[in-house]
């Protein structure tokens, strides 16, 4: 990254001069190519918590980047930061790849009303998230239902409250609730489980 001298790297961010995003702007080649490059370092880990698959991942990044490369018009360069924004271009591109492809869909019972799942959903802590480290999660995530994995990762990693996430994921706020909640308990039982096995082997 730093032989770019358009791109910075400023703690865990990275930063796009605005000379570069006007050049790209102007659809001249060796820019983009620059831009794809740092977009690729920050918006690839991304792609990678959705798909384990690396071949996927590129094929969805390379989706978003073309959205990107198409929206910079659409932005203020000077007052809006770059990396902030693709990120969200990237994390919405994916959502909707995700409202596209049915198989990962999950059904909710018709029973369930939202006043069943909000209660339901009630006074559950973040013990989950908090005793456990990110990696540890993101390994742990895979053993849920795609729409609870879904749902949590918008909510503890992306930052989205239940009311966006149900307009994203086209669900109620109460349906988004209790898949956080469901996610966060199973989380729970993964962990103690996890702990079990390896309490057993240090014992053996």
């Not at 049915?102 to 059904?107: G, S, T, V």
């Amino acid at each position: 990254m730093q032989k770019h001298r358009n791109i910075r790297n400023i703690g865990n961010y990275i930063h796009v001069d605005i000379a570069l995003l006007k050049s790209c702007r102007k659809k001249k080649r060796a820019a983009q190519e620059e831009l794809y490059e740092a977009c690729f370092q920050f918006l690839m880990p991304v792609c990678m918590r959705y798909h384990k698959n690396e071949e996927d991942a590129r094929a969805i990044y390379n989706v978003a980047f073309m959205k990107i490369l198409k929206n910079l018009n659409s932005i203020d360069i000077d007052e809006v930061p770059f990396a902030a924004w693709a990120k969200r271009v990237m994390t919405n591109t994916l959502i909707d790849q995700y409202r596209k492809d049915k198989k990962y869909r999950e059904r909710i019972s018709k029973r369930d009303n939202d006043r069943e799942l909000e209660f339901h959903s009630s006074g559950i802590k973040n013990d989950a998230e908090s005793n456990m480290g990110a990696a540890e999660i993101m390994k742990l995530l895979e053993y849920l239902k795609p729409a609870t994995k879904r749902v949590f990762m918008l909510y503890v990693i992306e930052g989205y409250n239940h009311r966006e996430i149900a307009e994203i994921m086209e669900m109620s706020e109460g349906t988004s609730k209790w898949h956080l909640s469901t996610a966060r308990k199973e989380l729970k039982e993964l962990l103690k489980e996890r702990n079990k096995i390896n309490s057993s082997n240090i014992a053996i």
